[in-house]
């Protein structure tokens, strides 16, 4: 069984500030998606990424999946409360199929 | 439609009833797949479909859940007998292709309260 930990689990923070979320993994994946998830609403894809070592950014966030496919970190720089959520990773394998998703990081944004 | 749509959004069910959730993918897409997620956590993978043809069942916890997809288009995903652990959060989500990275669109779920 595929397992992917993310870490914090929870995190509050005030506008501005800086953050990283990471997701981790005894297991290679061939894809590895980020997701945020807003109360009462399903996820909503945020990036993918496919090589190791790739980064990509898009606006505040930046996302990197490590180099030998296992594990992905999330860096969100001068947070604001629209960014307020549920993150989760999601891992794909290397067929049409099921993604694994992570144990999610709740991030709460004051102002 | 516009979106992955949902139905019921909410569904209180007694012990022991039986439920069918519905979903209704965005138009000619070809991959469905449901998922549960319990509160505050990742979803989990219950069923995948590619049009009619059911790939993947491995995550159905019981043979008390079921799921068809009888025309390519619609979903139901059926629970006999309802158990308090089976409430959750229900998710389906549907993509153009069938490749494993493609874009996956969720709808909002059906929250299932069993008491």
């Known amino acids: 069984t595929q397992l992917l930990e993310q870490s914090p689990q929870f995190l509050s923070i005030q506008e501005g500030e800086n953050l990283t979320v990471y997701c981790n993994s005894s297991?290679?994946?061939?894809?590895l998606q980020w997701y945020r998830q807003e109360p009462g609403e399903g996820p909503v894809l945020l990036v993918t990424?496919?090589?190791?070592?790739e980064v990509k950014k898009l606006k505040r966030l930046t996302f990197q999946f490590g180099d030998a496919r296992k594990d992905s970190s999330l860096h969100i720089t001068a947070a604001q409360p629209g960014d307020t959520g549920l993150y989760l990773c999601?891992?794909?394998?290397?067929?049409?199929?099921?993604?694994?998703f992570g144990t999610g990081t709740r991030l709460q944004v004051t102002l | 439609g516009a979106g992955v749509s949902q139905s019921p959004r909410y569904k209180v069910a007694k012990r022991g009833q039986d439920v069918a959730l519905r979903c209704d993918p965005i138009?000619?897409?070809?991959?469905l797949f449901w998922y549960q997620q319990a509160l505050g956590q990742g979803p989990e993978f219950l069923t995948y479909f590619q049009n009619e043809a059911q790939l993947d069942k491995s995550g159905l916890p019981s043979d008390r859940f079921f799921a068809e997809r009888p025309e390519g288009s619609v979903s139901t995903l059926k629970i006999q007998r309802t158990q308090q652990e089976d409430s959750a959060v229900y998710l389906c989500?549907?993509?153009?292709?069938?490749?494993?990275?493609?874009?996956?669109?969720f709808g909002s779920g059906t929250q299932l309260s069993v008491l």
């Open positions: 138009s000619g897409h070809v991959s």
């Open positions: 297991s290679v994946f061939s894809s």
């Open positions: 990424v496919v090589t190791g070592g």
């Open positions: 989500a549907s993509s153009s292709r069938y490749r494993y990275n493609e874009k996956l669109f």
């Open positions: 999601a891992g794909g394998g290397g067929t049409a199929s099921k993604l694994t």
